[in-house]
């Protein structure tokens, strides 16, 4: 399936910040209050780097393979690149450098790894927790009830700095059905915010909603929203 040409991203993004902005005011907040990360996964650089001229805040990345291959290419064209997709410890050393932020932080074995390769690095590696808020077996994150306890774990390392919480809700084809699950994110996050006061300048991310529920996140706080689809059109497959 073709990638959307650069006219059609410029349009989807200007709906996408159009819809982002109505759903910020609606909630009595500022739209400058909501990034927009672009979730690239499977595009070719060709295509993230013409949409990079657009509205993009940040560049999301799912895959080692492709956050290498787009960052080595220029492709991000200096805006900020993120892994947003589950990180396996023997490719954090491929991560640091490239992703300026790390969202999918969901154990205390990864936080660790982290830790000693940002620490050989030289680099402060900033982190977001994944929290499976839905507690579904079937996917990455840490349990709500261990969020306090990562936190406070990244808190006390030199060399990895906590920025704040990220989600995936379970899968709804129904309007509005993750609105609660959305709810409960920020006020984990505000929990959070409130018990680590002392770096709470820090804690500043609440990374939630994508392209089918993302005014819903918004509606509940989320400071970041993971748009791929409707920005870039079909999700193309994998290359084997």
Wanted: charged share 25%; net charge negative.
């Amino acid at each position: 399936m073709a990638e959307k040409t650069l006219e059609e991203m410029r349009e989807a993004v200007a709906a996408i910040r159009e819809t982002m902005a109505a759903a910020a005011r609606e909630a009595g907040r500022d739209p400058a209050e909501v990034q927009l990360c672009a979730a690239c996964k499977t595009r070719t650089a060709e295509t993230v780097a013409a949409s990079a001229a657009l509205p993009i805040d940040v560049f999301g990345e799912n895959h080692v393979q492709e956050l290498c291959a787009n960052f080595d290419a220029g492709a991000y064209c200096g805006k900020p690149s993120h892994f947003i997709g589950h990180l396996q410890t023997n490719k954090i050393k491929k991560v640091l450098g490239r992703a300026s932020l790390i969202q999918s932080v969901d154990s205390e074995h990864l936080l660790n790894a982290i830790e000693k390769e940002a620490a050989k690095a030289g680099i402060v590696q900033d982190v977001l927790l994944e929290v499976n808020i839905g507690q579904e077996e079937s996917k990455g994150g840490c349990m709500p009830q261990e969020v306090e306890a990562l936190a406070r774990q990244a808190m006390d390392m030199s060399a990895v700095r906590l920025r704040g919480l990220m989600a995936i809700p379970p899968v709804s084809a129904q309007p509005g059905a993750n609105k609660p699950y959305f709810a409960a994110m920020r006020q984990l996050f505000v929990d959070i915010r409130e018990k680590m006061s002392d770096n709470e300048n820090d804690i500043v991310c609440l990374s939630m909603g994508m392209s089918g529920d993302f005014e819903d996140a918004i509606a509940e706080g989320a400071t970041m929203v993971r748009v791929g689809s409707a920005l870039f059109g079909p999700r193309p497959p994998m290359k084997s």
